[in-house]
């Protein structure tokens, strides 16, 4: 079939060549007929190296984060919709509202376009349902073996409205309330489920979502909520160590009060793994004062994405800043930050 | 979650700690070893340790098998992946364990070594399969309860005629690792007093619980088979404290849903075809000991990386402050060492006793920095 190039990529059988990161016209051809077609929208359309746009006076925040899970088709998910909503709720932990994303593109030479076009196209509708277009891009061709398939990097950025405080790792108090809007540790499980060497059968799915709609509702609703952050990799006890590093605070968590779903127990008891210390990409931990805590936890629940939040918890002064945890057996224990890498490229 | 809450039930242990206490009379100490590392992490996690009775005293013994895993053996691993035809497949844990000048494999990787991370021996000689062109070594470590699966693979390359896989073997055997501390000066002299010993389980699934009989018997130590959650070991505790008290010494299951007295026969059927007993082999903290170890037989040598490939053994001595050796043989308690969370940290290890998920000084680290003088105002 025709298009403005002659003959039309053959996303089909064809596979990426080091053509296609060439600047030459099967770049342009590329981009056209696999970026541009799919992420559809004014801004990216006028093929420009920049997008350039408009932004309400105020605070912006700006993130980046680069995806390299594997494999890159998971349960749930795969690279393209993780690269779109890790990003967004990246911005979003900082109260703020998402406006935009660049995707960067490192493929692979061999790499099937059909391949390609599917991350793609997930990408195009995570983007789109999130109401966050992509707005520019680059891609980049490297020899086969010098990657793995497909990186992508995504940069977003956003507004913070004027009433919100602040959301920031360093503001969490003693006394302060530990909330999580759901169950923790699924996107972990549904990698490893689907990991060469690895493969068992498991009902879980990733839970990789968009957060900043549930965000937008909470820093309306308590516009002073003290820390938002979301437990990707290291899990929530990576992440509670983070936040009690940068507050100075300890941490005592009620085991029995944290959502996990009896499949990601159940996994973790198989692997000898911790589940606390898996990644969620579709949940967020939110520390506020006790007394918004019950306000911030009813505008959580009555979110799709934050049905299962719950309160785990409360900050505590401690100078060595542990997280301890209540277990069911009626101990304490130190939640640790994971040592070395139990599960690389989760993400 | 089932099969495993029933386990774990805190009112049944607060009733088990007291039976212990009421059990565990004054004027005399209970001086338990649990062997295995899996249950120092478990007394450790769950807080077993504190609810019991200050008369009895748990001691951490040796069964970790990354811990035991001398530096010279880790050495011979490096070598062997240095080569650039060979792909080493080794468990996780093994990755970050220092060997000579604190380096490791997860550094030799960096550095270009083909080194894999695998989650069984299966995986190794899947992979053996896939890569014809790769000369694959399994670095196979662990007491009894990973050997069968070593044994399981080295038949099965050798049906399949495959000849670019090997085992590097570094199984070893836990009557003889207790042999050995039962034998030791320390012991004999009175310095270190066992009392009794908590048995390895996950082992006894396999080697059943009549291979401990001879040391109940011999040396007069009661020896309870253990499963791994928190009840399992309690009991086993309390189970301890009754033989002491009785003046027993008998082998005791408590771990009846898993294991039998003479174990799993096709698995030591399968172990006894393949491998046979090493004269002698070096173990980190308890010296070289005779005939404590396996070896590949003589008609599997094909698959023997330590026959295959040129890797003379040299002992190498454990980093001058580390005080794992110490450890492992129940002399001191991972506190006791100088470095230990200051130089020696599960980040920065210096010693394997931080390193595995099973060792004491890592059990000490995540989960008993909580037990010294408390700092926190809740």
Redesign the interface.
Known sequence: MASKWGRKLDVENGRVDMSHGSGGRAMAQLVDEVFVAAFDNPLLAQRNDQALFDVPAGRMVMTTDGYVVSPIFFPGGDIGSLAVHGTINDVAMAGARPLYLSASFILEEGFPLSDLRRVVASMAKASRDAGVPIVTGDTKVVERGKADGVFISTTGVGIVPPRVVGPSGDRAAPGDVVLVSGTVGDHGVAIMSSREGLTFETTITSDTAALHRIVARMVETVPDVRVLRDPTRGGLSATLNEIAAQSGVGMRLVEKAIPIREEVVAACELLGIDPLHLASEGRLIAICAPDDAERLLSVMRADPLGKDAAVIGNVVADARRFVQIETTFGGTRILDWLVGESLPRIC | ?RY??EF???AI??RLADQIAKEARGGRRYRLMEFCGGHTHAL?????V??LPPEVEMIHGPGCPVCVLPIGRLEQAMTLARHPSVTLCTF?DL??VPARDRRSLLQAKSEGADIRM??GSG?AL?FARDNPAREVVFFAIGFETTTPATAVVVKRASELGLGNFSVFCNHVLTPSAIAAILGSPDVREGRIKVDGFVGPGHVSTIIGTAPYEPFARDHGKPVVVSGFE?LDLMQSILMLVRQLNEGRHDVENQYARAVVRDGNARAIAVTREVFELRDSFEWRGLGTLSRSALRLREEFSAWDAERKWSIPYEPVPDHRSCACGEILRGQRRPTDCKIFGTACT??SPVGSCMVS?EGSCAAY???G??RKKS????
Do not use: K, N, Q, S
């Open positions: 979650m495993i809450d774990r039930d805190g242990a607060r450790w996690r769950y807080g077993i504190e609810m996780g990755m970050r695998v989650y995986d899947a928190p599960p980040e998920p680290y995540a989960y920095r909580l700092e926190v105002e809740a």
